[in-house]
């Protein structure tokens, strides 16, 4: 038993080291950016290049936009899939999938031939790179959402919410999405992550995002990228924690973050 | 007029009938329970009361307005579950207070009306709690306030002991018929428990397939059960195969001792018939009387049973655990005495169902 359990500390440090290092290894890195000291000059040169401000404004911008579009598309899509057409899950687990099958370059240029022509001339919008971020954040949102949906008895508790007098709007705002508040910002939390990094859509689109940007930025300079990798890690967890953080704040609710992985 | 009429009502599910054209009355301030094993339809049935299933075919009336089209929230029904179905983001108060909310009742009578629930149901202490923080039976103390707390026209409870522990199921049960007292609203309770609906209800609805059975008051239902299936579903019930001796003086046979079973059969010398005996209707002793060796001696707590084998055949017979009165031990030969008009003879056709519930009883306890 405690040979065993000294083999899993050993695994999990591994593990650790691991994850860590190249971690460790890029933030030290980051720190050369001047010659001969450790300083935060590449970071300072990251906040000062006004493209970077514009970039990442643009792709939030973005991200806002997709949150807003997808949520209000594929929530009451999953809602009303569990409550009154089990039978169609499959299908939808079919579809969710599909993100991942079709590489982001393919349904960059069906976008582009399908929407670039009357009746449909919609490529230079912002709203068709919208519409191209709900489709590769589908996956996470349904997923999360789904998972917050099971885990809290969705039929029953509609049904007594309808034997107390309760309509549709009264269901969805008073007992449904309170109780999915956990899945719902982890679903947010992921795509505003996938939208902020997202390269492919946004160049074949033609849009300053700041995907492109952290390319073009990796191709020319040394230091800042591993810069602006640091930040998106920081970024990443200062997310999580805030996700942690709010879920515990709700004492009504067992604290599970939505399995979307 | 009745308060709440069911007229025809059918449910199917695809090709499935699940409920096959029931007509029910139910009068104002009843508690009227539907008691019947799983598939019997009687939660299809609530459930189309409710409003969450619609009939495929005949009429649900509440107060002689038609509602078998309307939606469930507008029938002004109360409705308790059998996993309680709380909110979980609201605590015990603001659950009470969640259909007084949706109606936009002032924010004053509302306050009023939940600290009237909270002591109905003891639990003025417990209102700033959330669901999880609660035990399973005070969760379903909040929920019956909930439901009633928006005087509903009639309140509708699903199994909802069943999630429970067997002493918080007979304190809650006892509860709930206090409750419904006090109140006079119409119940309607759906159970498979038969001491629960025998022990709660004005009338009892015992369900097979889709279809009322027998309905009546609970002593009617125990003692004069209307067809073998409710007869073997209502109790315990010794089926015991017979041949039939003199028809017309009433005496048959059972493994070879002749019994009286008092009264002229509709039979031919010498056919095989079934009799059913409840074991409480035995004593030790008496004139008429099956006699056999006592296989088994279970303690029921107040019932002690005597398992006897009467012609290789298990036969329960109960009796009162009277200290003062000895035991017979197992091998010992016992004579079974039965009052003739306690004694129901039929067909052996006539209650397959019945034959099989209790033989496989029989063959456990043999």
Redesign the interface.
């Known amino acids: 038993m405690k040979k065993r359990s000294g083999l899993s500390w050993l695994g999990l440090c591994l593990g650790l080291v691991y994850f860590f290092l190249p971690l460790l290894a890029t933030f030290l890195f980051s720190l050369h950016g001047k010659k001969g000291v450790l300083s935060f000059a590449a970071y300072e040169r990251v906040f000062a290049d006004p493209q970077f401000l514009k970039t990442f404004g643009f792709s939030l911008e973005m991200a806002v936009f997709t949150v807003l579009a997808g949520l209000a598309l594929i929530v009451p899509t999953a809602i009303w899939i569990q409550l009154k057409v089990p039978k169609a899950k499959p299908l939808i687990e079919v579809l969710a999938l599909m993100p991942f099958v079709i590489p982001p370059i393919i349904l960059a240029f069906g976008l582009i031939r399908s929407y670039s022509k009357p009746p449909f001339a919609l490529v230079s919008s912002p709203a068709l790179l919208v519409a191209g971020y709900v489709i590769i954040a589908f996956p996470y949102i349904y997923r999360s959402v789904d998972a917050g949906l099971r885990a809290m008895d969705l039929r029953g508790l509609s049904e007594a919410a309808q034997s107390l007098g309760a309509g549709w709007p009264s269901l969805l705002f008073r007992v449904v999405l309170p109780n999915l508040r956990t899945a719902l910002l982890s679903a947010v939390f992921l795509t505003f992550a996938i939208v902020i990094g997202e390269l492919t859509l946004a160049v074949l689109l033609a849009w300053p995002a700041f995907g492109p940007y952290m390319a073009l930025v990796g191709r020319d300079l040394a230091y800042e990228p591993a810069a602006l990798a640091i930040l998106s890690f920081a970024m990443t967890w200062g997310s999580i924690g805030l996700i942690q953080a709010i879920s515990r704040g709700s004492p009504g609710q067992r604290s599970s973050l939505g399995g979307t992985h | 007029m009745p308060f709440l009429e069911l007229r025809e009502v059918v449910k199917s599910f695809g090709r499935h009938e699940v409920v096959k054209g029931l007509s029910l009355d139910v009068e104002e301030g009843e508690f009227l329970s539907f008691l019947g094993g799983s598939g019997c339809g009687k939660t299809t049935t609530l459930r189309m009361i409710?409003?969450?299933e619609t009939p495929t075919a005949g009429s649900i009336l509440i107060d002689g307005g038609d509602v078998s089209r309307v939606?469930?929230?507008?029938?002004?029904?109360?409705?308790v579950?059998q996993?309680y179905?709380?909110?979980?983001?609201?605590?015990v108060r603001r659950n009470i207070a969640?259909?007084l909310k949706?109606?936009g009742r002032k924010r004053s009578e509302i306050e009023r009306r939940v600290d009237e629930m909270l002591e109905l149901i003891h639990m003025g202490e417990f209102a700033a709690r959330?669901?999880?923080q609660l035990s399973g039976g005070q969760q379903q103390r909040v929920?019956l306030a909930?439901?009633i707390a928006?005087e509903p026209r009639a309140l509708?409870l699903d199994e909802p002991l069943s999630a429970l522990d067997a002493k918080i199921r007979v304190k809650l049960r006892d509860d709930i018929r206090d409750i419904q007292r006090k109140l006079g609203i119409t119940t309607i309770y759906v159970t498979h428990d038969q001491e629960e609906a025998l022990s709660i209800s004005d009338r009892v609805a015992v369900m097979k397939d889709g279809l009322i059975e027998q309905i009546g008051a609970p002593f009617e239902i125990y003692n004069r059960p209307a067809t073998p299936y409710v007869a073997a579903f209502i109790g315990t019930l010794n089926i015991i195969p017979a041949t039939a001796i003199d028809p017309a003086a009433g005496s048959v046979a059972v493994g070879g001792q002749v019994i009286s079973a008092g009264r002229r059969l509709d039979a031919k010398p010498g056919e095989e018939l079934s009799l059913s005996i409840r074991p409480e209707a035995f004593t030790l002793g008496g004139a008429n009387f099956l006699e056999g060796s006592v296989a088994k001696v279970k303690l029921l707590g107040s019932i002690v049973r005597l398992v006897v084998s009467v012609g290789g055949r298990a036969v329960s017979a109960d009796g009162f655990n009277d200290p003062s009165r000895r035991i017979p031990a197992v091998g010992e030969t016992v004579r079974l005495g039965v009052a003739a008009e306690a004694i129901v003879v039929s067909r052996p056709e006539e209650a397959p169902l019945v034959a099989q519930v209790v033989e496989a009883e029989g063959v456990d306890e043999a």
């Open positions: 409710a409003g969450f939606q469930p929230n507008r029938r002004n029904l109360g409705m579950f996993n179905a709380l909110f979980p983001n609201m605590t969640f259909g949706i109606s959330y669901p999880h929920a909930r439901a928006i509708l």
